[in-house]
């Protein structure tokens, strides 16, 4: 697609529920990139992909955070048992390469924000 | 350790006004690169810019400019005659060069009134 593109925009859950938020990636991109981004905080970075691995994984803030990517393509990011902490606005950003210097411009996605009663 | 401070929480405007937003950051690294992004309400990160840590050269680009300090760790923006459609969050990040990672500030609010 044209953008980064991810689904749902919205999720709202009950606390103890798992659920799934994907991201597909601009065509082409082989570096994504989730982050959180609480309210009136900045971004906070939870995980990297470089193709279908996860060279970086140090921002996933516990256990019940994790991540998968397929075909190099769409990634999705589970958290289990959700607790009212884990509310907040999850974005994720692709770009050509992780590490090209001249390359490494993340274009982002809407976010998912995910509401956890 | 790197960090990025925006320290203008939330910054209001008439429409007209010229606004500048701070960037102030830290990090040991010698090259590394510094980006502007904006936040509209639709919630997508939109890149503005992306600045080199040897190009010191100031850049503008229609109403939007962009002051690199390196003497005072600082990256500013500056929107002339703000417009309505201007308002959003503002984010700075660092990224060193050959990595990944970006660091994000916490971000300012830009609210231009009309």
């Known amino acids: 697609g044209a953008g980064v593109s991810q689904s749902p925009s919205n999720k709202v859950t009950e606390k103890g529920k798992d659920v799934e938020l994907r991201c597909d990636p601009i065509?082409?991109?082989?570096?994504l990139y989730w982050y959180r981004q609480s309210l009136g905080q900045g971004l906070e970075f939870l995980i990297y992909f470089q193709g279908n691995s996860a060279p970086d994984k140090s921002g996933l803030p516990s256990d019940r955070f994790s991540a998968e990517r397929t075909g190099g393509s769409v990634s999705t990011l589970t958290i289990q048992r959700t607790q009212q902490e884990d509310s907040a606005v999850y974005l994720c950003?692709?770009?050509?390469?992780?590490?090209?210097?001249?390359?490494?411009?993340?274009?982002f996605g809407a976010g998912t924000r995910l509401s956890v009663l | 350790a790197q960090k990025v401070t925006q320290a203008q929480t939330e910054i209001s405007v008439v429409e007209k006004e010229d606004v500048t937003l701070d960037c102030v950051y830290e990090t040991r690294d010698t090259t590394y690169y510094l980006f502007w992004y904006k936040q509209p309400p639709s919630g997508e990160l939109v890149f503005l810019i992306r600045r080199n840590s040897f190009d010191e050269q100031n850049e503008i680009s229609g109403r939007y400019s962009w002051n690199f300090q390196k003497s005072t760790s600082s990256f500013n923006f500056t929107i002339t005659a703000s417009q309505v459609v201007d308002s959003a969050v503002y984010f700075c990040?660092?990224?060193?060069?050959?990595?990944?990672?970006?660091?994000f500030g916490t971000g300012t609010r830009l609210k231009v009134l009309a």
């Open positions: 990040a660092l990224s060193a060069v050959g990595t990944y990672k970006y660091i």
């Open positions: 950003a692709s770009s050509l390469a992780g590490q090209s210097l001249a390359k490494n411009i993340q274009y």
């Open positions: 065509s082409g991109h082989t570096a």
